[in-house]
């Protein structure tokens, strides 16, 4: 037997005894085994396309699934849009949202906001849907519009595309800034 021999017995003898003793720490943390879901993601990743060609990108920070639902509760939500060239349209921000697996249609809630990082448009509100095939977002609650030059439009609800190009807003209220030069009281 060589010296080496009782070192690797020894070395190994320990690591199985360690495997037997329970460990205090929970494999999963308390919260996630009181959640009544099947599966949490850490990191949600997905693609959503269209014809082949990357409509939306969505990102979450932490993605509960139920197996027998077609949706999924996400946190720390950002779906970015895409045109069919690649370029960036607009961005999405939300607290949470639900993404339905079989439609790639979502509800964002909490501090939505979506912006247009081109034209500086940004859209606020507390709750935005988005239909995938039509294309469409919109929200039946109070919702804020700031232009890049300022102003700002006020609603009761709002329908656009993922691309901020065709903005309807209902019931709209209209803030322009302050022209140069005035003290800017009206």
Not at 131 to 139: H, K, L, P, Q, V
Not at 163 to 176: E, I, N, P
């Amino acid at each position: 037997m060589s010296v080496r021999t009782p070192l690797i017995l020894a070395t190994l003898s320990l690591a199985l005894g360690a495997c037997g003793e329970e460990s205090e720490a929970p494999l999963v943390a308390e919260e996630i085994l009181r959640l009544e879901t099947d599966q949490v993601v850490l990191g949600l990743e997905h693609y959503m396309t269209t014809d082949g060609v990357r409509r939306a990108h969505l990102l979450a920070d932490t993605a509960f699934f139920l197996q027998d639902e077609n949706s999924v509760d996400l946190r720390s939500v950002q779906l970015t849009f895409y045109e069919t060239s690649g370029s960036v349209t607009s961005i999405l921000t939300a607290e949470t949202g639900t993404y339905d697996w079989e439609t790639g249609d979502m509800v964002a809630r909490g501090n939505v906001v979506v912006l247009d990082p081109e034209e500086g448009r940004r859209i606020e509100t507390s709750v935005m849907h988005y239909a995938r095939e039509r294309d469409r977002i919109w929200s039946d609650q109070a919702t804020t519009m700031h232009e890049p030059d300022g102003t700002v439009v006020e609603g009761t609800a709002f329908e656009s595309d993922a691309s901020l190009d065709q903005v309807d807003l209902t019931s709209g209220r209209l803030r322009r800034p302050p022209a140069e030069g005035s003290s800017g009281e009206r």
